[in-house]
Structure formats: C-alpha cells, structure tokens
C-alpha cells in the first residue's frame, strides 16, 4: 500500500509522455490532463488521511533500507502541499483550455504542464537531498520550456536571465551537497539529521547550512529575488499563475525541511539570518509593489513579500508560527494563484497592462470586480478568509519568542499589499468604464470559473480553518520535533 | 591527489567565474558548463578519491572505495547536458529574435 506515495511523481510523467504522442487531439489532452490533475489531488487526500492514522509513511525504492538506499517520505506537511499544488494546477489547467490558445497546446503545453506537477511533487516527497536535486531539476527543465513556449520576445529575453540564474542556483546545490557529503557521508535527509545531531553543528556545518540557505533562497525568491519579477510577468496568464503559486513555494518547502530538520542547532546564526533576510524581503518586496504601473509586476513583487512573510514563520521558529506558516503556504498557493489569473484576464480584457490606463472594469464584468476584491481581502488577512489564520499564528509566535521587529515587518507589510492591491481596484475596478458596450470583450466562462473556483477556496480555506487544523498542527508538530521524523525514516522497517 | 585536484577545480572555478561574468551570451554558457565539470570533480573529491577495491562485494577484500559519487556525478552529468542543450537552443534563438547575444542589450526596459 506503501506504492501509493509514489503516484504523485510518476502519474504525471506517465501521462505526460502518452500526451506527447497526442499530440493533435486538442481535446483528449485537456480531458486526460485534467482528469490526472484530480486523480492526484484525489491520491494525496487518502495518503493525508492515512498519515494521520498511520504516522508517518515511507517507500524505499527496490526495497533498500535507510540510509542505504533511496526513498520517499510522505509527512502532513509534504501531503498538505501535493494536495494543494495538484488543486491549483488542475485549475489552472482549466483557464488554460480557454486562454492559452491552440498554438500552445500543439506545442505540448499540457505534456509541460505536468513535467512541472511531477517536479514538484517529487520534490515534497523525496527524503533524500540528491533526490531533491534532480526533482528541482526536472521541475526547473519544464519551467523554462514553460517560460519560454510562445517565443515572443521579452520572453526570450526575460528566460535567458532566469535559466542562468537557475543553473548557477543549481551549481551552488551540487557544491552544498558535495561539501555536505564529504562531511556527514550521507545524502539521506534523516540520516544526515542523527549524524549532524551526534557530532554538533560546527562551524563547517553551519557554513553549509549557510551555502544551503543560498541556494533555496535563490529558488524560493528570498531577499535574492531579482530575477523573479521579470520571468513571471513574461509568460501567458495560466502559466504566471502556476509559478507564481507552485514554484517559489517548493524553495520555501526546501528551506522549511533543512532547517527545522537538519540545521536547527545554531538558531542564533542560520535562523538569525533567515529573519534578517525575510525582514528585507518585505521591505524591497513592499517598495517594489507600490513602485510599479504594471499590474504584472506589482503581482509579481507581492509573490516576493508573500516568500517573506512565510519565513519569518520559520525564522521565528516555535510551533505556533511554523503551523501559522504553514497555513499561509497553502493559502498563498491558492491566493496566488488568483490573483495571477485575475491581472492575467484584465489585460485579455482590456489589451492594456499599466493601471492608469484601465478603469470601471466593474461595470462591464461585475462578478470579476468583486472577485478582486475577494483576493486582495484575503490577502490582507482580512478574518473569514484564507489568509487570517497564517497572520495570526506567526503574529502569536512572533509575540511568543519576542521578536517584535519581525512582528512588525510582518504586519506592516500586510497593509502595504493591501495599499497595493486596493490601489489597482480603485483605478482598475472601480470609476467610468472606458469600454464602451461595442467594445465590450465577452468574459470567456473558461476564464471566470477558475477565478470563482480559487475564491471559493480561499473562503472555504478560511471557513473551515477548523478542519484542516488537524493536519495543520500535526505538519508543525513534526516539523518542531525532528525526531519524530527520523523516527520514522530510520526507526526499522514498516 | 586530493589537493591536486582540489587546485584543479579551483583553477576551472576561476575559469568559469571569468566567463560567466563576460556580456556574450555563449561565453557565459561556455562558462557554465566548466562550473558543471568543476562540481562534478568535487563531488568526486569530497566522496574521497580511490582507497580501497573496487566495491563488489565478497568478490574483492575489503577496503572498498565509495560508488556512490561517481552514480550522483552520473546523474548530475545527464542533468547538466540537458540544460546546457536547452540554454545553447534558446541563445540561438533569442539570438535570432531579438539580434543580439549581448547581455547588455536584452535588458529590454524599453520597449514596456
């Protein structure tokens, strides 16, 4: 029953080659593609609940066990995020049959598409880092194609910058691990955990944690994000959206997962560092979001405050503000992925992408209107919705551990996204329409039902706060107590 | 051996950073595939170089040297080869978009 875990990662590839050879069937491939995304999101939900009855479950491909041989490991905290990284996708998926145009979808977009999922799924899965390595890579490989697919030019232009930028991210991971394995002689993540704990983080461990910290922090877009806001605004709408909600999010699980379970030992150095560069984050995450017209990089920049305000949860680093991170990661996942496909259709709209030039869109589009209202509340924290939870708990754990500056930060940036988005409401939503009732485009159901459908998820995210709390707290619990998880990685065989 | 191979990689890491620091687009994937050999060597290095037999077990006596960073430099080889195709095909065709392969030039503020 164990197999089940690895479905995640090779039920995409699978299908993803077979949708290679279908190439001209246009229909078949939306229909298969999505109905896989489902069937996955349906997989990890079983696996969700068996992790809560079970413990904690693990497969050791070929039968070898830890640390000889190489393994997955599914925990609360990697099922919760395969769950919502295969709901976002699979709507995504959905504006992507009416947005993203035949030429794309000839141009194996949705074979792409599910590379992607299977990169990142490996990714939460894996419980060994050279594994992690070669998911990243696998994710990043159809991420440029994704980028790039369409060849227009600033995406060529914006995709050169950020493959560059990954390989030399992808450089410094081979150097860390390389170092890591010279010093600890193991790649796996819970071995390397015992061992580190058995001899203490010395000053060269703490070195790599620091070359670690680089690294993820390259991916995640934290403090070391410039490349970020140019590669997401370049490519079409169901695209940005999916990196804006998947790809980010996996640096931060990376990040989450080293630290809470291999470098928790010298917190004064690592987490102080993390705060420090979260703290920045907000602040240049904040001016980039006022600074700009253009709704995609004011999207953009708040992707990059959101990676800040999620680590200053892992900065912070009590079991309160890790489960307040938690829930935010999954609400931004969801948030994000919104917001990206509302800014994506109100240039369809309108064929204009500054926001001066956009106004009244609430006169012609009204359940479009209210829907951006929904996100930027939801973002903001505002209570019944989604993003409250996240706030309240890394707000309370801040308190807890007192660090009142981060507290601060946190907060004040909250107001900034919410200044940043009502600003784009004011001039795009609200006022005269400028379209006249000739001119009006008809909103495409394609396009609203994804958007209806990610804002009844960031509703019901927040209604029932009360229900996913279960898992919530137990991916915290796990990701404070690292014994629990080698535990269960090294702990003889289930 | 470990030192000179240490020094090696040292000297490709220079290499590289030289390279990659340049405008042109194919010196900096030029660059980037020397940093590849660079970390491969040191995966190979850090694993310890040859010590023992080679490690098939109950056919030789033990001390056996470690297999295990030649399989991680084998698969991060694969990996570096795929992207470094990706990136060559993509200079290539930025190159014939947009007619440049200087780095300085694809900025590109200003046709937004």
């Given at each position: ?9 090779i039920?995409?590839?699978m299908v993803?080659?077979?949708?290679v ?105 894996t ?5 992690l390595?070669v ?6 490989l ?51 955990s ?7 983080q ?21 403090l ?46 690592s ?22 017209k ?65 106004s ?23 209570p ?36 940043s ?18 001119e ?11 958007i ?21 707290t ?21 | ?21 340049s405008r ?6 030029l ?39 030649q ?42």
């Amino acid at each position: 029953m164990n197999n089940l875990i690895v479905l995640p990662l090779i039920l995409p590839i699978m299908v993803g080659i077979v949708l290679v050879f279908l190439r001209p069937y246009v229909k078949l491939q939306r229909a298969i593609s999505l109905i896989t995304m489902i069937g996955i999101a349906g997989i990890s939900v079983i696996i969700l609940n068996r992790v809560q009855t079970d413990g904690i479950i693990r497969l050791d491909f070929g039968g070898w066990e830890p640390p000889f041989g190489i393994l997955f490991v599914a925990d609360s905290f990697a099922m919760l995020l395969v769950l919502t990284a295969s709901l976002v996708t699979a709507i995504c998926l959905i504006h992507a049959f009416s947005s993203i145009g035949e030429r794309h979808e000839k141009m194996y977009f949705y074979p792409f598409v599910l590379f992607l999922v299977a990169g990142v799924n490996g990714s939460f899965l894996t419980g060994d880092l050279f594994n992690l390595f070669v998911c990243f890579e696998v994710m990043l490989l159809a991420s440029y194609v994704l980028v790039t697919l369409g060849g227009t030019k600033p995406q060529l232009r914006e995709a050169i910058k950020y493959v560059v930028i990954n390989i030399l991210a992808s450089w410094f991971f081979l150097v860390a691990l390389a170092y890591l394995y010279g010093t600890v002689g193991t790649l796996n993540m819970a071995h390397i955990s015992e061992r580190v704990a058995e001899e203490g983080q010395g000053p060269l461990l703490t070195t790599i944690s620091i070359l670690f910290l680089i690294v993820f922090s390259l991916k995640a877009g934290l403090l070391l994000f410039y490349w970020l806001p140019g590669s997401y605004s370049v490519p079409p709408t169901a695209v940005a959206a999916l990196f804006g909600a998947l790809l980010t999010k996996v640096g931060i699980y990376a990040l989450f997962r080293t630290f809470t379970l291999i470098f928790y030992h010298e917190l004064l150095i690592s987490h102080t560092l993390i705060g420090i560069m979260a703290g920045i984050t907000l602040i240049v995450g904040c001016m980039g979001a006022i600074a700009f017209k253009d709704i995609r990089l004011i999207v953009s920049y708040n992707v990059v405050i959101a990676v800040g305000f999620i680590l200053i949860g892992l900065a912070v680093g009590t079991e309160t503000s890790i489960a307040g991170s938690i829930y935010y990661l999954i609400h931004d996942m969801f948030a994000k992925a919104m917001l990206f496909l509302l800014a994506g259709t109100m240039i369809y709209l309108t064929g204009k992408s500054k926001i001066d030039e956009m106004s009244g869109l609430i006169r012609n589009y009204p359940l479009f209107g209210w829907m951006f209202f929904l996100v930027t509340c939801s973002l903001a924290g505002i209570p019944p919705l989604s993003g409250f939870v996240g706030k309240i708990l890394v707000g309370q754990g801040a308190i807890e551990s007192g660090s009142y500056v981060l507290l601060a930060l946190a907060f004040i940036s909250s107001i900034v996204v919410l200044y940043s988005l009502l600003r784009i409401f004011l001039n795009t939503i609200f006022g005269e329409t400028i379209i006249s009732f000739e001119e009006e485009k008809p909103m495409k159901m394609g396009m609203i039902i994804p958007i209806v459908l990610l804002g009844i998820a960031t509703v019901s995210l927040g209604l029932g706060a009360e229900f996913i709390s279960d898992y919530v707290t137990d991916a915290a619990h796990t990701l404070s107590n690292p014994s629990v998880y080698i535990d269960a990685v090294m702990g003889g065989n289930k | 051996m470990e030192t000179l191979i240490i020094m090696l990689i040292g000297i490709l890491v220079a290499v590289a950073t030289y390279l990659i620091l340049s405008r042109n687009i194919i010196r900096i994937i030029l660059g980037t595939a020397v940093f590849s050999h660079a970390v491969h060597l040191l995966i190979l290095t850090m694993g310890n170089l040859k010590q023992g037999n080679v490690p098939l077990l109950k056919e030789a006596d033990a001390p056996y040297t470690d297999a295990l960073p030649q399989a991680l430099i084998l698969t991060a080889i694969v990996i570096s080869f795929a992207v470094t195709a990706f990136i060559l095909v993509l200079a290539y065709r930025t190159y014939q978009d947009v007619g440049t392969d200087d780095l300085d030039e694809l900025r590109g503020a200003k046709d937004e």
